[in-house]
C-alpha cells in the first residue's frame, strides 16, 4: 500500500502531511502538484516541508507538472494552417480569420508554467462556472505521475486529501472515504477538523505556517485564485504588486491566443472594468463600485499583521 498525500503549501495540507507522519502513513508519498501559478513564498515553504519530511526518515515532496508543449505544438500547427487558407474544422460562433489565426498561432507557444500554457492552450482562463485549472493542473498530473507509478508497484493507494467540512457546503458533503475502484481510495483524515485543529497540528511537529497567512491571505494556493474575494485580492495588490504585474502580463499573452482577442482572469461584469488592473482598482471601492474605500485602501492593518487567523498574537 501506499499513501499519497497532497501538498499545496497551505495550512490544511500541511496539518494532512503532519498526522501523516505522526500516524505513520504506510509508504508515505507527498506530491505537490506545480501550478506555476503560486506566490515565491509558498514554492519556499514547500521546500521547508519537503527538508523537515526528510529529518523525519521520508522522502522528499515529488512535485509534479502538467505538461501541455504537446498539444500547444499541435494547435500552432492548426492555426498556422487556417493562416494559410484552410477551412476551420471547429464549431463555434466565432470563426478565425487568416489574419486572427496567424496572430494567435504566434501566441501558441509552451512557456513551460503549466498555468500559463494551459489559458493559452484554451484562449481563455477557467472561472467559477468553468474551473478547468483543479483537474488539468492538479487532479490529473497527481494521479498521472504519482497514483498510477504507485497502484503499479504496490496494487493499493490511499489518496489523503486535506479538506475539511467547515470550508464550504460542498465539502461538508464530502465523504471521509471514497472507493474508486482498481486500488484507489480517497481518504479525508481531517474532514472534521476545525481550523484550530490545523494550526494546533503545525505547532505539535514544529511547523511553523505558510508565511503568506500573515499578509492577509485566507487560502494558499494559485496567487491569485480565481475565486478569489475581494479583500484578498486587495490583500495581494497591496502586499505583492509584483504578482499583479504578473497576472496582466499573462493576460496579454493569452488574449492574443484567444479567438475572441479578450481574455481576463476574473469575469468581466459591468462597473468592475477589464483586466485585472481594473479589477484590482474595483477591490479598492466600497460596496457598489464608485466610491473608493479609504479604509480599505489604507487599513489599519496596512503595515502590520493582517492574517485572518490571527498567527501573530
Ligand atoms: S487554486 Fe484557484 S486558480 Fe488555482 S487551480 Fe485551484 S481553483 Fe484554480
Partial sequence: MTTVVSVSGGKDSTALLAFAVVSEAPDLLAV????????????????????????????????????????????????????????????????????AAARAAEAMVATGIPFLDLCVLKGRFPSADVRFCTSELKVIPIYEQAILPALEETGYVESWQGVRADESRARASMAPV????????????????RVEDVFEAHSAVGLAPNPLYLGGVSRVGCMPCIMARKDELLAIARRWPEEIDRVEAWEERVKRASKRQAASLFPTCRGRGVGIRAIV????????????????LIGPHETGCSSIYGLCE
Fill in 32 to 99: 505537490f502538484a506545480d501550478t506555476g501559478h503560486e506566490h515565491p513564498e509558498t514554492y519556499d515553504y514547500v521546500a521547508y516541508l519537503s527538508d523537515w519530511l526528510v529529518d523525519q526518515g521520508h522522502s522528499p515532496i515529488r512535485t509534479v507538472r502538467a505538461d501541455f508543449s504537446g498539444k500547444i505544438a499541435r494547435r500552432r500547427a492548426y492555426l498556422e494552417r487556417i493562416a494559410a487558407g484552410e477551412a476551420e474544422n471547429q464549431r463555434g460562433a466565432v470563426r478565425y480569420t487568416p489574419e
Fill in 178 to 193: 471514497v472507493d474508486l475502484g482498481g486500488g484507489v481510495f480517497v481518504v479525508r483524515p481531517i474532514l472534521r477538523w
Fill in 281 to 296: 482598482g474595483w477591490a479598492q471601492t466600497s460596496r457598489g463600485g464608485k466610491q473608493y474605500d479609504l479604509e480599505r
